[in-house]
Antibody
Framework: QVQLQQWGAGLLKPSETLSLTCAVY????????WSWIRQSPAKGLEWIGEINHSGRTNYDPSLKSRVTISLDTSKNQFSLKLTSVTAADTAVYYC?????????WGQGTQVTISS | EIVMTQSPATLSVSPGERATLSCRAS??????LAWYQQKPGQAPRLLIY???TRGTDVPATFSGSGSGTEFTLTITSLQSEDFAVYYCQQYNNWPQTFGQGTKVEIK
């Protein structure tokens, strides 16, 4: 059974780059998309983007100019980078396996943007 | 983008009673609809996919129904561990979108 464990910096200043990594245990990258989702009181659950085993990516159009999702198959990890963050990017960020629906999810990382 | 609208925002239910949650899509999503449960401080947990198929280890007290634009999640005989926030999500059209959630609270 696939399990996800994520980590990354939780406090950033405006204009910095958010960087999170998600490790995949008990499975391989083949056959699924690997997604990042965020959750804030203002916007609820918001899909950010995804990557598949061959490195093909899809991003939410509203974030596309600032987002990069990459994978490291040798480490069974995939990562999220979001540039030029503002207070509006404050949220809990989740990684998740995406096969249409999302299952399972990582434990979540609270990211706060504050000067 | 498909907009998912959940109702009610908050549902007050007594333990042992039934809860019925609604989710409406702004256009048809056929049966490509999932439900999640989220407890405080935890990630969402998949309950239902394909509108009516229970996820792994999800008890039979949870059932989903509907197709097209109208969907229902029913929780029979609410237990203390069932009080949480529930979200629907469509995956028929890109980008996949979530509803705003229904909080099921103890009456």
């Amino acid at each position: 059974q696939v399990q996800l464990q994520q980590w990354g910096a939780g406090l950033l200043k405006p204009s910095e780059t958010l960087s999170l990594t998600c490790a995949v245990y008990g499975g391989s990258f083949s056959g699924n998309y690997w997604s990042w989702i965020r959750q804030s009181p203002a916007k609820g659950l918001e899909w950010i983007g995804e990557i598949n085993h061959s490195g093909r990516t899809n991003y939410d159009p509203s974030l596309k100019s600032r987002v990069t999702i990459s994978l490291d198959t040798s480490k069974n990890q995939f990562s999220l980078k979001l540039t030029s963050v503002t207070a509006a990017d404050t949220a809990v960020y989740y990684c998740a396996v995406h096969g249409g629906y999302f299952d399972p999810w990582g434990q979540g990382t609270q990211v706060t943007i504050s000067s | 983008e498909i907009v998912m609208t959940q109702s009610p925002a908050t549902l007050s239910v007594s333990p042992g009673e039934r809860a019925t949650l609604s989710c409406r899509a702004s256009q048809s999503v056929t049966t490509n609809l999932a439900w999640y449960q989220q407890k405080p401080g935890q990630a969402p947990r998949l309950l239902i996919y394909g509108a009516s198929t229970r996820g792994t280890d999800v008890p039979a007290t949870f059932s989903g129904s509907g197709s097209g634009t109208e969907f229902t999640l029913t929780i029979t005989s609410l237990q203390s561990e069932d009080f949480a926030v529930y979200y629907c999500q469509q995956y028929n059209n890109w980008p996949q979108t979530f509803g705003q959630g229904t909080k099921v609270e103890i009456k």
